[in-house]
């Protein structure tokens, strides 16, 4: 997503007072990196939030000082939330030279049905949700798509090697990593299991008959001759 901003203020409060900026609709923001001393900076919750929302930790951000007209490119490096009301607490933004090549995580996202899960019955699984690519920062991509069309059976899967790329943008992944398959109807292998555990057991139940019939006799022979010999 291109033009991505957020104009900030300085930030006299610090420690546990920031806890009244938060009460009043307001969160704490640290700028660090590239070329500039570590600021601590703050912003409207609404806006903040509707930004981090938007830029994920890929996406390149214009962060802008009041007072200042150095406009600085940013990721969104952590994201703190409250643990029980979820409520965005602190934001870590970091800047970066556009000039050198940086490492982020982009989302993979899969669209479409898949005709193996609407005709079959199976269940789309994705292990690898996104993928980590080098590149300049104003060229790193908001995600890569793949459409689920194409997993037409329960053997076709999408792999890294399947993500289209521009020259300009490496994927670190292993090109045979898994991104996502169509695995069959648990029934259905239930019913492939207990079918080949039926045959088995059926012939397990044949040969134990046989064993019982040839050892039931041989016992009932040694038990004669120890009787005759005890009468002799």
Do not use: W
Not at 49 to 71: D, R, S
Not at 108 to 127: D, E, K, W
Not at 210 to 228: I, L, N, P
């Amino acid at each position: 997503m291109e033009g991505l901003a957020i104009a900030t203020d300085k930030r006299e409060i610090t420690g546990k007072k920031v806890a009244t900026l938060r009460r009043s609709g307001i969160t704490p923001i640290h700028l660090y990196g590239n070329g500039i001393e570590s600021q601590s900076l703050q912003c409207d919750t609404a806006t903040v939030n509707k930004v981090v929302l938007q830029a994920g930790t890929n996406i390149p951000v214009t962060v802008t000082v009041a007072g200042n007209p150095e406009e600085n490119v940013c990721f969104v490096r952590e994201v703190q939330y409250h643990p029980v009301t979820d409520r965005l607490i602190h934001v870590d933004f970091m800047k970066v030279d556009v000039t050198r090549s940086v490492r982020a995580e982009v989302p993979i996202i899969i669209s479409g049905l898949s005709p193996a899960v609407r005709n079959m019955g199976g269940t789309l699984l994705q292990p690898l949700q996104s993928v980590t690519v080098e590149a300049l920062p104003m060229d790193i991509p908001s995600m890569f798509s793949l459409n689920a069309d194409l997993l037409i059976d329960f053997d076709t899967n999408f792999y890294v090697s399947d993500l289209e790329a521009p020259e300009n943008i490496t994927i670190v992944n292993d090109e045979e990593d898994l991104v996502a398959g169509v695995v069959a109807p648990r029934i259905e292998r239930e019913v492939s299991l207990d079918g080949d555990g039926g045959e088995e057991s059926e012939e397990d139940t044949d040969s134990e008959d046989g064993q019982a019939e040839e050892g039931g006799d041989g016992s009932t022979d040694s038990d004669s001759s120890q009787g005759e010999s005890g009468d002799s």
